[in-house]
């Protein structure tokens, strides 16, 4: 159980494109997903806190107008990079929980590369 | 004070020998410290977490001591194999379901 699946595993755009990356919980209904980012060789970074139907809280740093967060149902969220370029190449991955006692399980990420 | 700092940053182990890693928090707040386990590529995966309130958890080969007074935790793998080698990553939350600071990670890698 507690199956999330993140689509597309690998994206490759140009410069300027906008890309939507979407986390899916398969097996249950996630109250809370969240948004990482992870470069090469670090650890993961938090970009967003994302609750079914409520607007996504950022995390200081992160640039709303570029990373968009929609979560409008209780087993979607996507993340859209907007205008995005080389040096948001990374790699985005999601997790989901389904209530307040229990912990976040990861999706398999999704690797950017921008041209 | 929202750091979790993180050691070793590698760590080479023989086979059947113990890996351990440490971790060190500051926020008090905390009350969730799990760690995860990241093979290239995929994204991370629980292992095992703790609460505060007890000094030590078991699963399997994998031990998580917590020292609350010292803000200090660790993971213990017992009788380490080649397919533990991987990144690992402790964390910490204030609630299970909160938003986690992660440490710098750990690679480990379990020779033969």
């Known amino acids: 159980g507690a199956v999330v699946s993140q689509h597309p595993s690998w994206v490759i755009c140009k410069s300027g494109t906008s890309v939507k990356i979407e986390c899916r919980s398969l097996?249950?209904?996630?109250?809370?997903m969240f948004w990482y980012r992870q470069f090469p060789k670090q650890s993961l970074m938090l970009m967003a806190t994302?609750?079914?139907?409520?607007?996504?809280?950022?995390e200081q740093g992160v640039e709303k107008d570029k990373f968009l967060i929609n979560h409008a149902s209780l087993t979607l969220s996507t993340l859209t990079v907007t205008s995005a370029h080389p040096e948001d190449s990374s790699f985005y991955i999601c997790?989901?929980?389904?209530?307040?006692?229990?912990?976040?399980?990861f999706g398999d990420g999704t690797r950017l590369s921008i041209l | 004070q929202q750091q979790v700092k993180q050691s070793p940053q590698s760590l080479i182990v023989q086979k059947g020998g113990i890996s351990i890693i440490n971790c060190a928090y500051e926020?008090?707040?905390?009350?969730?410290f799990p760690w995860y386990q990241q093979f290239p590529g995929k994204g991370p995966a629980l292992l095992i977490a703790i609460r505060p309130d007890v000094s030590e958890k078991k699963e399997g080969r994998f031990t998580i001591s917590f020292n609350k007074s010292a803000k200090q935790f660790s993971l213990h793998i017992m009788d380490s194999q080649p397919g533990d080698s991987a990144t690992y990553f402790c964390a910490a939350s204030t609630g299970t379901a909160s938003k986690l600071t992660f440490g710098t990670g750990t690679r480990l890698q379990v020779t033969l």
């Open positions: 097996d249950f209904q996630a109250t809370t």
């Open positions: 926020n008090t707040a905390f009350d969730y």
């Open positions: 997790s989901a929980v389904w209530g307040a006692n229990q912990p976040q399980h």
């Open positions: 994302s609750n079914e139907g409520s607007k996504a809280t950022y």
